[in-house]
């Protein structure tokens, strides 16, 4: 990487690691802490208060997304960022339940990925995206396994309102970094032609990875709805999970940083990518089989090799698209990527839970595995881009080929 490469990478990533951190610190105390406030008794509506969050995040991702190919980067992000703060801060200040639930939505409407996504796509050279992609997604994956040791302890202290407020100071310091530490913004996307959202939505391709992207996460949520009760039944005490989730999580940034990145650069992304989905299918066959025998030593191992194939894929991905997407539409593209992540956590946390109570974790699991068929079934006919920047995972509209695409 150039120093601009690396300068626009590491502040892009402390942004997004910023903004996670703040939510993810909520997340594992949010469902006991809510108890203790006016309307905490009701199931339902802390159910609410947790997941409209997503909601909002996934109405609004394409708007902004739009947004950020015709008025700019930085603006969006600012503002996004000022609209989480301002969510945090209701949350802190929150009396009740149902101030949660305007909180949580305030937070979710803040909704950047797209527009950080984009703006790295900008400044970044096609073959060194996937690496700086891998860096956003690593400091998400940090940040949720520093929240799992971080947030009992700072819940027993301050409480779920000084939680919110310390992730408002989070949201804001994301500011300062957009303002003094980000690189200027490229002009690429400066008056944007309109017809983005429609080129998008007929591009084989990025619909092929819109698809990934929806089952990578659904998959993710929807396990994660058993797999504390599988290590619970290896032996291993919920309030020490986080032995497990930080160790396997670091090792698998160690075995995808000496695989990933090295394979890449020898013309072998697409061996990988798919290697990675069927990596994941079977860990879901795996997990059917702990299930059902507990050992921890297995779930450990499974949980890693998880790992593996979700950052790859993770990182993979949102390179494929913004290679894929016209410059004019990169924050479109994006966009609608990140609405089929956020509906993938919607439709993983709903359907999990309801395969949860009705068939138990072999139905989570089942289901899980068959989705990872389905999509590396449909992902088989993708191809690695050269190095152009409308020419990977299969061809689009803007190609001679797009007709047989189609």
Known sequence: ???????????????????????????????????????????????????????????LQIPLGMASDRF????????????????????????SVHWL???????????????????????????VRTKAMAL???????????SLVLAPWLAARIGLSGLFTLTAVLAVGGMAVVAWVVPPEPVVHKDAGRGGLREVLAHAGLLRLNLGVFVLHAVQLAMWMVVPGVLVHSGLAADDHWKVYLPTVLLSFVIMGGGLFRLERKGHLRAVFLFSIALIGLVQLGFLYVAQAPSLAAAAVLLCL?????????????????????PTHRGTALGVYNTLQSLGFF?????????????????????????????????????T??????????????????????
């Open 1 to 59: 990487m150039t120093p601009l490469e690396l300068r626009a990478s590491g502040s892009l990533a402390s942004i997004f690691a910023l903004r996670m951190l703040g939510l993810f610190l909520v997340l594992p105390v949010f469902a006991l802490e809510a108890r203790r406030y006016p309307g905490g008794d009701d199931p339902a509506l802390v159910g609410l208060a947790m997941g409209i969050y997503g909601l909002t995040q996934g109405l």
């Open 72 to 95: 700019g980067r930085k603006p969006v992000i600012l503002a996004g960022l000022l609209c989480f703060a301002l969510g945090s801060a209701l949350a802190a200040w929150a009396p």
């Open 101 to 127: 639930v305007a909180g949580r939505a305030l937070q979710g409407a803040g909704a950047i990925s797209a527009a950080v996504t984009a703006f790295l796509a900008d400044v970044t050279r096609d073959q």
């Open 136 to 146: 956003v997604g690593a400091s998400i994956a940090l940040m949720f396994a520093l």
């Open 306 to 326: 998880f790992f593996v194939g979700f950052n790859a894929l993770e990182a993979s991905q949102p390179s494929l698209a913004s290679r894929l997407a016209p």
């Open 347 to 383: 439709a993983g946390g709903a359907v999990g839970g309801w395969l949860a109570k009705t068939q138990g974790s072999l139905g989570v699991f089942g289901v899980c595995a068959a989705l990872s068929l389905l999509w590396l079934v449909v992902a088989w006919p993708m191809r």
């Open 385 to 406: 881009p050269p190095g152009g920047a409308h020419a990977a995972a299969g061809p689009g509209p803007s190609q001679p080929a797009a007709n047989a695409a189609q």
